[in-house]
Nanobody, 124 residues
Framework: QVLLVESGGGLVQAGGSLRLSCAAS????????MGWFRQAPGKEREFVVA????????YYADSVKGRFTIAKDKAKNTVYLQMNNLKPEDTARYYC?????????????????WGQGAQVTVSS
């Protein structure tokens, strides 16, 4: 497992942008597939995006495709989620997660490391 700490959440108007960061500790970070999930009040946690351990491939949920971008900086042990053109329905607590696998996975159960979450609120 790796220790994950998110930062960068906040309040933004619709159409605005935010960048979330997820700092990881542990020498195994480079072998981890990293993902972002989110949970809105009263709803189940849902997959947002995942990036391969090489950082060369990513898979996005349809709801964020074209607006969100994930990137992995292995030198800094950090994963970023750039969120543009935010909508009120993007309001949620966003969680960074890590999975010790070569595959890009979207199921929560495949992830064994989780951050504490960062709140993103988008006002209309």
């Amino acid at each position: 497992q790796v220790l994950l700490v998110e930062s960068g959440g906040g309040l933004v108007q619709a159409g605005g942008s935010l960048r979330l960061s997820c700092a990881a500790s542990g020498r195994t970070f480079s072998s981890y597939t990293m993902g972002w999930f989110r949970q809105a009040p009263g709803k189940e946690r849902e997959f947002v995006v995942a990036i391969s351990r090489s950082g060369g491939n990513a898979y996005y949920a349809d709801s964020v495709k074209g607006r969100f971008t994930i990137a992995k900086d292995k030198a800094k042990n950090t994963v970023y989620l750039q969120m543009n053109n935010l909508k009120p329905e993007d309001t949620a607590r966003y969680y960074c997660a890590g999975a010790d696998t070569v595959f890009i996975v979207i199921m929560e159960s495949r992830y064994d490391s989780w951050g504490q979450g960062a709140q993103v609120t988008v006002s209309s």
